[in-house]
Every structure is written in C-alpha cells, then in structure tokens.
C-alpha cells in the first residue's frame, strides 16, 4: 500500500481535530472508531474479508503500513475469525494517540506544546493543511447534497464518523439536523463500512450483538433450552485511566 492514498483511521481523526482547539471531538468513541476504521481499510486492501459478523484475514502480506500492519498482525494470530464487536470492543485505549504520532510522523499535523490550569503539561494537535481536512469534508458534503452513492472510502467513511458521533461535531444545531439523517443513511451504501460501524455502536451501547440464529424447532424436547433464551454476554468494557495519567495530559 502506498502512501499517496490516505488511510480512513487517518481521515476519520482529521476530520474529528477540531481546527480552533487542536483538540478531538468525541475522543472517547473515536478509539473505538479508529479501530474499526483500520478494519475497513484493511478489507479495501484484500486483506481481510467479513465472514457473517467475522472478521477473517485473507491474506496475511503486510501492507507497508505500520499501524494497518501491527492490527493485521493481530488479527493473524488469533487464529480463526474474530467477531467485529469483539476485537472493536477489546482495550483500544491508546489508538488516538498512535494515530496522532503517526499523522505529526507524516507532517499531516503538528504538536503544540501548551500547559493545562498553568501546571500539567499539555499536547495540542493542529492540521498543517486545512485543504485536506476540507477536500475530505468536501466528500462527505457532496455525499449529503447530491445523493449520489459514494465510493466505498467515503460510504465507510460517513458510516464511521455517524457511528462514534461525529454528525453533530461536523452538522451542529438545528439546521445541521437533516444533514446528519443524511450522513447515517450513508451506512448502506459499504456493505464492510456498515458492519464494522453498526459493531462500534454496539460497543458503545454495551451489547456483544449476538449472532442471529435459527428459530428453535417447534417441538423441542423436555428440558431442553432454545438459544434465545440464553443471555447475550457483555463486550469487554474498556479500563479507565489510572491516577498516574495525569501526570502528563495529552489533550486530544
């Protein structure tokens, strides 16, 4: 994979910085969102593929992407495929800050030093072409506007920036409202897009999602259970930040 084409984890933080604040919207969701995002980028480079609400790796060859390919990686050693809400809903704490690195690396975005309340440390990020951030903002509005179906890019794009709550960050108020209808509705148009965002609002609602099965046959025997009497199990729900990380503050 060449570096000429950006990334959708890339173009899904972007358009989550905030340009005045050098700040995220939505940062606790867009872990989650940046993890799904590397699974559709992934299955756009054939090397995975969704197997129901699997996920299964394909082809195993690294992309040349340091992050896409630690995630590949991962996936890879599982061994057999892994339920999208299940590796979305496993411990992402972390994922903006690798992308945040990983976007100054590529001089998408630069560092601000600053301090909180006077004292702790604090690290803002600014976009050092607001023409990128525009041209993809751009996609998604003709998206909107016109009707037309999108790419497969921005289809998936549009189904992730809904599902970790970004419509009221790029759509705000009242008159924002059918813009942002219009940016959910999107989510069908990426078959791979709607999965993996459908498996972030899972997570984020604290429901594994649980495969759907055949009915249960009429005549069941004495005692025997049906499968949906079984109780959905819970995704793993993420760690929360201990005292220490408070002594440097990442703002994101």
Known sequence: MGRSRRTIPEELLLLALDPATGTTAQPQSLDLGLAGAQLVELALAGRIAPDGDRIAVVQPRPTGDPTLDCALELLRRRGAPVRAVHWIGGPRLGLRQV????????????????????????????????????????????AIRTGVPPDPRTAALAALAHAVGLGKHLYPGNEGRSSRSRLRDLIRHDPMGGLVAHAVMDVQNGAAAQPRRSPAPAQAGPGVRSAASEPARGVPMQPRRGAGAMARAVVH
Do not use: F, K, W
Request: hydrophobic letters at 40%.
């Open 99 to 142: 992308y945040l690195a990983h976007l100054e690396r590529c001089g998408m975005v630069a560092a601000v030093a600053g301090q909180m309340c006077g004292v702790l440390p604090t690290t803002r990020y600014q976009a050092t072409d607001n023409a990128v951030t525009r041209e993809i903002r751009g996609r998604l509005d003709s």
